[in-house]
């Protein structure tokens, strides 16, 4: 374990979070990893074209037929995704195998089968090729061969995954590994009923957008106004986590919340029937174990980062997610939804809407920064930038794309309180 620097007050240096993994650095992140043209597209060889990724959750198929279309600039292609008529979700290549145009054109819909708009080949929910009009006029066509071509697919708590290699090396479920397995018994079925979400075109590179969004350290600072000593207090002033865990790709934290807040009286109102992420006495035993695992009493939400691009961050009684899309080296699709249980009074729908304000409003002074981010990335000014031991989450996440795109295992050996234990 590395030894503890301290400061000219005896004060320990940052180095807590650090110390339970010896693997990662402390120096500056190199500022050209936001700018660079080939670095961005050795994340696309190496990394998105490689990994699992979030395309969206199970509510928004619920019936035979439905369908839904994710175009994946980073992987230079456009996916359906479709519920078959046994139930069954799955997803292929939005191409048409005539002469490639897009088969569906709409974000979403319900058919009992799909036509392509350019010469009518039709397809059935399995991908398969079902009608060729004027088929007699082509030469020797194999029709049970020219189905839609299909990308791996599976589900984990109602979130849809797919790979762009129909046959991946890894299963989701040991993509997910330890993080996924954490959130055994989380009740994402039931939270999911009610939903909220946003979407815009950030014009700055993924990292710097995803950055923003997995460390605590500014919440004290650009969210001071939205949500004042929600989760500061005099004695976390800079709002250190209660704990972080790392695995190969991914990474959690336990966020501070202050319990001895005094809310707006329009907040206290709200916080009698439910409440986003602010509330004292959580029930902790509705929690599944991997949530919170220490069991803190000043813990409000756990950050869970899945590599590379999908965050889902839990609480008691709500969650919500991002995902951020890379379309340019300086331009990212941003998508946030915040999801709570269908209110059973008048009151929890009020929280509930208060919720999703208070939300709004963080996560509007989170995108306030993005863009101005990258405009001084772009001057070329800075050549490096230097992460605290609470932004440990960032630095592990260069160090995963570092790893990736030099064809460096990710598997990493963590020594937490002076046991060795092998997270996947
Ligand atoms: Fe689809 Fe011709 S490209 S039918």
Same mark, same amino acid.
Request: aromatic share 12%.
């Given at each position: 374990?590395?030894?503890?620097?301290?400061?000219?007050?005896?004060?320990?240096?940052?180095?807590?979070?650090?110390?339970?993994?010896?693997?990662?650095?402390?120096?500056?992140?190199?500022?050209?990893?936001?700018?660079?043209?080939?670095?961005?597209?050795?994340?696309?060889?190496?990394?998105?074209?490689?990994?699992?990724?979030?395309?969206?959750?199970?509510?928004?198929?619920?019936?035979?037929?439905?369908?839904?279309?994710?175009?994946?600039?980073?992987?230079?292609?456009?996916?359906?995704?479709?519920?078959?008529?046994?139930?069954?979700?799955?997803?292929?290549?939005?191409?048409?195998?005539?002469?490639?145009?897009?088969?569906?054109?709409?974000?979403?819909?319900?058919?009992?089968?799909?036509?392509?708009?350019?010469?009518?080949?039709?397809?059935?929910?399995?991908?398969?090729?079902?009608?060729?009009?004027?088929?007699?006029?082509?030469?020797?066509?194999?029709?049970?061969?020219?189905?839609?071509?299909?990308?791996?697919?599976?589900?984990?708590?109602?979130?849809?995954?797919?790979?762009?290699?129909?046959?991946?090396?890894?299963?989701?479920?040991?993509?997910?590994?330890?993080?996924?397995?954490?959130?055994?018994?989380?009740?994402?079925?039931?939270?999911?009923?009610?939903?909220?979400?946003?979407?815009?075109?950030?014009?700055?590179?993924?990292?710097?957008?995803?950055? /923003?969004? &997995?460390?605590?350290? *500014?919440?004290? @600072? $650009?969210? %001071?106004?939205?949500?004042?000593?929600?989760?500061?207090?005099?004695?976390?002033?800079?709002?250190?986590?209660?704990?972080?865990?790392?695995?190969?790709?991914?990474?959690?934290?336990?966020?501070?919340?202050?319990?001895?807040?005094?809310?707006?009286?329009? /907040?206290? &109102?709200?916080?009698? *029937?439910?409440? @986003? $992420?602010? %509330?004292?006495?959580?029930?902790?035993?509705?929690?599944?174990?991997?949530?919170?695992?220490?069991?803190?009493?000043?813990?409000?939400?756990?950050?869970?980062?899945?590599?590379?691009?999908?965050?889902?961050?839990?609480?008691?009684?709500?969650?919500?997610?991002?995902?951020?899309?890379?379309?340019?080296?300086?331009?990212?699709?941003?998508?946030?939804?915040?999801?709570?249980?269908?209110?059973?009074?008048?009151?929890?729908?009020?929280?509930?809407?208060?919720?999703?304000?208070?939300?709004?409003?963080?996560?509007?002074?989170?995108?306030?920064?993005?863009?101005?981010?990258?405009?001084?990335?772009?001057?070329?000014?800075?050549?490096?930038?230097?992460?605290?031991?609470?932004?440990?989450?960032?630095?592990?996440?260069?160090?995963?794309?570092?790893?990736?795109?030099?064809?460096?295992?990710?598997?990493?050996?963590?020594?937490?309180?002076?046991?060795?234990?092998?997270?996947?």
């Amino acid at each position: 374990m590395t030894a503890t620097a301290t400061n000219g007050n005896g004060k320990a240096h940052g180095s807590k979070w650090h110390d339970r993994y010896p693997h990662l650095d402390r120096g500056p992140v190199r500022a050209e990893v936001f700018t660079s043209e080939e670095q961005f597209e050795l994340e696309r060889e190496h990394i998105f074209k490689k990994v699992w990724l979030n395309v969206g959750r199970v509510e928004q198929l619920p019936n035979p037929g439905d369908y839904f279309v994710k175009d994946i600039d980073m992987c230079q292609t456009s996916i359906l995704v479709v519920r078959g008529k046994d139930g069954q979700i799955n997803a292929f290549h939005n191409m048409c195998s005539h002469r490639g145009n897009k088969i569906a054109w709409d974000n979403q819909g319900r058919c009992q089968m799909f036509t392509c708009k350019f010469h009518g080949w039709s397809y059935g929910l399995d991908g398969s090729l079902r009608h060729v009009p004027d088929e007699e006029n082509f030469f020797d066509l194999k029709k049970n061969t020219l189905g839609m071509t299909p990308v791996a697919c599976d589900i984990w708590q109602g979130f849809i995954f797919i790979h762009v290699d129909p046959n991946p090396q890894e299963s989701l479920p040991e993509y997910l590994g330890e993080l996924g397995t954490s959130l055994d018994g989380y009740p994402f079925d039931t939270i999911s009923a009610t939903c909220a979400s946003w979407t815009t075109e950030v014009k700055a590179n993924w990292k710097a957008v995803k950055d /923003a969004f &997995q460390e605590i350290y *500014h919440v004290g @600072f $650009l969210h %001071r106004r939205s949500a004042p000593d929600s989760f500061t207090s005099k004695e976390n002033p800079y709002s250190h986590a209660l704990d972080f865990r790392l695995f190969a790709r991914h990474g959690s934290a336990s966020v501070f919340g202050n319990q001895y807040l005094t809310p707006s009286p329009v /907040a206290t &109102q709200a916080f009698k *029937h439910s409440s @986003f $992420l602010i %509330r004292k006495n959580f029930d902790m035993d509705a929690l599944p174990a991997g949530v919170n695992p220490l069991r803190h009493e000043e813990w409000t939400l756990d950050l869970n980062v899945i590599f590379p691009c999908f965050f889902v961050d839990v609480s008691e009684g709500s969650y919500f997610t991002h995902n951020f899309w890379p379309i340019a080296v300086d331009r990212t699709i941003w998508h946030s939804t915040q999801y709570f249980p269908k209110a059973k009074t008048a009151g929890q729908r009020f929280a509930q809407e208060y919720g999703h304000v208070l939300f709004r409003d963080i996560i509007l002074e989170d995108g306030r920064t993005l863009e101005e981010t990258q405009t001084m990335l772009s001057s070329g000014a800075k050549k490096e930038f230097h992460l605290q031991d609470e932004e440990i989450l960032v630095r592990h996440s260069h160090d995963v794309v570092n790893k990736m795109i030099n064809g460096q295992s990710v598997s990493i050996d963590v020594t937490t309180n002076g046991k060795e234990a092998a997270h996947a």
